[in-house]
């Protein structure tokens, strides 16, 4: 480890010990080392084709053979990622009671697996279902067996995953994929998510702001912050005089308003931090 390394390590460490209660948002990066890829390189760009769009995913079925048919192939690797060490120490963080509100990007659950509490998931959880005409949910796993069986061809296929539960796939044609409706009135289904192109919930962000209106200070963790659901924080955390720290490998998008920048590893950063911290051991995975 540099000298430079081991300065940002304590400069984070004096920065939690400053600001002891944190709004915490996480990305796909904190999620990476349990073998779910991120979206974006170090510079922000795409690492994979672009996942769907919105407005897309409902008006074409065309689109919707598309997403379940990379659904099918990207969702186990979603469903048997376990925690990893950034998630657990993050845990440990909060129950010693430096994190005020854990918001994240992620769809993956994997925070809650790890001890984490009361986490708002500004997009969603991707192990439910929802129909768009009647509102049913179901779980995402019971739809699994039903695309294998109704598309035993593409169960042959492998396809990089990402951190939607989406995945790479490019077929010179989605026409023969068959894909579930709603068991209850026949509807489209969708992942129980926020599609790029739609709106988090209100009441999800106005709940996240009231709670950075209450903490210390902002501390991001493996997010470029290039789409506006998390930038929005670091330019509300600006407006109320409240300082933002990233750990992020790579460029974030509000790198010009941080106080702190460390690229490093979130999970080999944070766990130095809990123990630079000294904080128990004891998030249990769940």
Request: hydrophobic letters at 45%; one cysteine or more; a neutral charge.
């Given at each position: 480890?540099s000298v430079?390394?081991r300065?940002?390590l304590?400069?984070?460490?004096?920065?939690?010990?400053?600001?002891?209660?944190l709004?915490?948002?996480?990305?796909?990066?904190?999620s990476?080392?349990s073998?779910?890829?991120?979206?974006?390189?170090?510079?922000?760009?795409?690492?994979?084709?672009?996942?769907?769009?919105?407005?897309?995913?409902f008006?074409?079925?065309?689109?919707?053979?598309?997403?379940w048919a990379?659904?099918?192939?990207?969702?186990?690797?979603?469903a048997?990622?376990?925690?990893?060490?950034?998630?657990?120490a993050?845990?440990?963080?909060q129950?010693?009671?430096?994190v005020?509100?854990?918001?994240?990007?992620?769809?993956?659950?994997?925070?809650?697996?790890?001890?984490?509490?009361?986490v708002?998931?500004?997009?969603g959880?991707v192990?439910?279902?929802?129909?768009l005409?009647c509102?049913t949910r179901?779980?995402?796993?019971?739809?699994?067996?039903?695309?294998?069986?109704?598309?035993?061809?593409l169960?042959?296929?492998?396809a990089?995953p990402?951190s939607?539960g989406?995945?790479?796939?490019?077929?010179?044609s989605?026409e023969a994929?068959r894909?579930p409706?709603c068991?209850h009135?026949g509807?489209?289904?969708?992942?129980?998510?926020?599609?790029?192109?739609?709106?988090?919930?209100?009441?999800?962000v106005?709940?996240?702001?009231?709670?950075?209106?209450e903490?210390?200070?902002?501390?991001?963790?493996?997010?470029?912050?290039?789409v506006?659901?998390?930038y929005?924080f670091?330019?509300a955390?600006?407006?109320?005089?409240?300082?933002?720290?990233?750990?992020?490998?790579?460029?974030t998008r509000?790198?010009?308003?941080?106080?702190?920048?460390?690229d490093a590893?979130?999970?080999?950063?944070?766990?130095d931090l809990a123990?630079r911290l000294?904080?128990p051991?004891?998030a249990?995975?769940?």
């Amino acid at each position: 480890m540099s000298v430079t390394d081991r300065n940002m390590l304590a400069d984070l460490h004096a920065f939690v010990r400053d600001h002891p209660r944190l709004l915490v948002l996480t990305g796909a990066g904190i999620s990476t080392d349990s073998g779910i890829p991120g979206y974006r390189d170090a510079q922000g760009n795409w690492q994979r084709t672009p996942p769907v769009q919105a407005q897309d995913f409902f008006r074409s079925h065309a689109v919707r053979q598309r997403y379940w048919a990379r659904s099918m192939l990207g969702w186990p690797v979603l469903a048997n990622a376990q925690p990893n060490a950034a998630h657990f120490a993050l845990a440990q963080l909060q129950a010693a009671g430096y994190v005020r509100q854990l918001v994240t990007q992620n769809v993956d659950g994997l925070h809650q697996r790890a001890g984490s509490t009361g986490v708002i998931e500004l997009h969603g959880h991707v192990g439910s279902v929802i129909c768009l005409q009647c509102g049913t949910r179901r779980p995402r796993a019971s739809l699994q067996a039903q695309l294998e069986a109704d598309n035993p061809a593409l169960a042959e296929l492998r396809a990089l995953p990402a951190s939607d539960g989406d995945a790479h796939l490019e077929l010179a044609s989605f026409e023969a994929v068959r894909i579930p409706a709603c068991g209850h009135c026949g509807g489209v289904l969708k992942p129980d998510v926020v599609f790029f192109g739609e709106s988090v919930p209100r009441e999800r962000v106005d709940v996240s702001l009231q709670a950075l209106d209450e903490s210390d200070a902002l501390l991001v963790i493996g997010s470029s912050l290039t789409v506006f659901s998390g930038y929005r924080f670091c330019l509300a955390a600006q407006k109320l005089g409240k300082p933002v720290a990233a750990i992020n490998l790579g460029q974030t998008r509000a790198d010009a308003l941080l106080a702190l920048k460390v690229d490093a590893s979130c999970a080999a950063t944070l766990t130095d931090l809990a123990g630079r911290l000294d904080l128990p051991a004891g998030a249990v995975a769940q």
